[in-house]
T-cell receptor, first 118, second 113 residues
Framework: NAGVTQNPKFQVLKTGQSMTLQCAQD?????MYWYRQDPGMGLRLIYY???????DKGEVPNGYNVSRLNKREFSLRLESAAPSQTSVYFC?????????????????FGPGTRLLVL | AQSVSQHNHHVILSEAASLELGCNYS??????LFWYVQYPGQHLQLLLK??????LVKGIKGFEAEFIKSKFSFNLRKPSVQWSDTAEYFC???????????FGAGTTVTVRA
């Protein structure tokens, strides 16, 4: 049981290049998330997918697109990378059961992808 | 989106000292509250959470947090820290039935042996 895995671990891009960050979870969770972590700003939600077949914007979606390929996989794409997208990107998953917890289930995080855009 | 404020950016302590990290949020309705921790080189992981019941919650590694609704606060405490508690700590909030988390900026805790 690997939990949440992310690829690649590190990437250097030039301004204007594109890339896709991969995320997969093997816990059969229905919700998946992409965050970016910047010094002094905590984690900010880029996009999320509450269930297979749905995606929604988070707090900082500009410059990104996502695909929920199936229940396991949720990818993040940078179409034209900019230096402002230099960050550490985390994927997370959650099995929200609804009902009495109201979303209080734990989110499980991947190891992160460090991206440098020159 | 609701905002989450963590009062301290960096805390430096000696082993056996007590730790308290402040967290306040801005949303006035029902919320779920979390503390996550990121040890050096590791994934973020859940330390503890509150979504109903006893406002004093206990988590892993001797941590606890108290939800004070009137103060919109969820402060994290540990009576006696160890060197292994060196990490970054994040407070997070989600509005009831909304599955998005809002995180605070994080507090880096350095424990000196």
């Amino acid at each position: 049981n690997a939990g949440v895995t992310q690829n690649p671990k590190f990437q250097v891009l030039k301004t204007g290049q594109s890339m896709t960050l991969q995320c997969a979870q093997d816990m059969n969770h229905n919700s998946m998330y992409w965050y970016r972590q910047d010094p002094g700003m905590g984690l900010r939600l880029i996009y999320y997918s509450a269930s297979e077949g749905t995606t929604d914007k988070g707090e900082v979606p500009n410059g990104y697109n996502v695909s929920r390929l199936n229940k396991r996989e949720f990818s993040l794409r940078l179409e034209s990378a900019a230096p402002s997208q230099t960050s550490v990107y985390f994927c997370a998953s959650q099995n929200h059961a609804g009902g009495t917890s109201g979303g209080g289930e734990t989110q499980y995080f991947g190891p992160g992808t460090r991206l440098l855009v020159l | 989106a609701q905002s989450v404020s963590q009062h301290n950016h960096h805390v430096i302590l000696s082993e056996a000292a007590s730790l308290e990290l402040g967290c306040n949020y801005s949303y006035g309705g029902t919320v779920n509250l979390f503390w996550y921790v990121q040890y050096p080189g590791q994934h973020l992981q859940l330390l503890l959470k509150y979504f109903s019941g006893d406002p004093l919650v206990k988590g892993i590694k001797g941590f606890e947090a108290e939800f004070i609704k009137s103060k919109f606060s969820f402060n994290l405490r540990k009576p006696s820290v160890q060197w292994s508690d060196t990490a970054e700590y994040f407070c997070a909030v989600n509005v009831w039935a909304d599955y998005k988390l809002s995180f605070g900026a994080g507090t880096t805790v350095t424990v000196r042996a």
